[in-house]
Antibody, heavy 126, light 108 residues
Framework: EVQLVESGGGLVPPGGSLRLSCAAS????????MSWVRQAPGKGLEWVAN????????YYVDSVEGRFTISRDNAKNSLYLQMNSLRAEDTAIYYC???????????????????WGQGTTVTVSS | DIQMTQSPSSLSASVGDRVTVTCRAS??????LAWYQQKPGKAPKLLVY???RLQSGVPSRFSGSGSGTDFTLTISSLQPEDSATYYC??????????FGQGTKLEIK
C-alpha cells in the first residue's frame, strides 16, 4: 500500500524551531518529487515547498523562504521540513504529498499531488 | 504569483443534481490545473489534473473542463458522499503552486 506518514508536529513558542518528518512506503521514494502543503485552522490549502528526487532543486512559497528548509533522505525513504523562526501564522496542519507527473524524454510534466499523508499539527503559541 | 479565485465559496444541492464549481486564474495558465476534494478531518484527494483528465479511481460523474483562465469542475449527478470542500490548484511554470480558496459543497 502506498503510504505517507507525517510526524514531528507539536506546540512551539514564537521564534522556535521544529522538524517535521514524513515516512514513505509502498513506492520507490527516490523516483519522486515530494511536497509539503499546509492548512491553517478553518482555512484553505497552501503549497509550502517541494524537492526533486536528488535534492538538487528546491522551491518555497515566499512566506517561508529563508525560514524553512525541505530535505530528504532516500536511503531512509523520508522527507523532512525544518522550520525555524516560527510565527503564529505558521500554525497549521502540515501534509506531506507525492508529486504526480509524467515523463516524456527529458521533460517532466507536473500534474499535482496524488498521494497525501494524514497530516501533522503545528501550533505556534506562547 | 498567480492568484486563483473559486466561485461560489459555498453551495447546497440535492442528491441527483448537476453541480458546477468555477475557478478563475489571474493570468492564463493553459490547462495547468488540478482539482482536489477534501472531506472534514481528511487529507485532500486528487480528482482531476491537466484541467480535464480524471485521476484513476475517481467516479465518472466528476469531470473538469476549461483552458486559459476559466475552469470548471462538474459533478453530473450529486451523491451523498460528494459532500466536501473542493479546491483548484494551478501549476503553470515554476512553483509556487497556488490553490483557490475552496468551495464547500453541502447536500440538502
Amino acid at each position: 500500500e502506498v503510504q505517507l506518514v507525517e510526524s514531528g508536529g507539536g506546540l512551539v513558542p514564537p521564534g522556535g524551531s521544529l522538524r517535521l518528518s514524513c515516512a514513505a512506503s509502498g513506492f520507490t521514494f527516490s523516483n519522486y518529487w515530494m511536497s509539503w502543503v499546509r492548512q491553517a485552522p478553518g482555512k484553505g490549502l497552501e503549497w509550502v515547498a517541494n524537492i526533486n528526487q536528488y535534492a538538487s532543486e528546491k522551491y518555497y512559497v515566499d512566506s517561508v523562504e529563508g525560514r524553512f528548509t525541505i530535505s530528504r533522505d532516500n536511503a531512509k525513504n523520508s522527507l523532512y521540513l525544518q522550520m525555524n523562526s516560527l510565527r503564529a501564522e505558521d500554525t497549521a496542519i502540515y501534509y506531506c504529498a507525492r508529486d504526480f507527473y509524467e515523463i516524456s524524454g527529458d521533460y517532466y510534466f507536473y500534474y499535482g499531488m496524488d498521494v497525501w499523508g494524514q497530516g501533522t499539527t503545528v501550533t505556534v503559541s506562547s | 504569483d498567480i492568484q486563483m479565485t473559486q466561485s461560489p465559496s459555498s453551495l447546497s444541492a440535492s442528491v441527483g443534481d448537476r453541480v458546477t464549481v468555477t475557478c478563475r486564474a489571474s493570468q492564463g495558465i493553459t490547462n495547468s490545473l488540478a482539482w482536489y476534494q477534501q472531506k472534514p478531518g481528511k487529507a485532500p484527494k486528487l480528482l482531476v489534473y491537466a484541467a480535464s483528465r480524471l485521476q484513476s479511481g475517481v467516479p465518472s460523474r466528476f469531470s473538469g473542463s476549461g483552458s486559459g483562465t476559466d475552469f470548471t469542475l462538474t459533478i453530473s449527478s450529486l451523491q451523498p458522499e460528494d459532500s466536501a470542500t473542493y479546491y483548484c490548484q494551478q501549476y503553470y511554470t515554476s512553483p509556487p503552486y497556488t490553490f483557490g480558496q475552496g468551495t464547500k459543497l453541502e447536500i440538502k
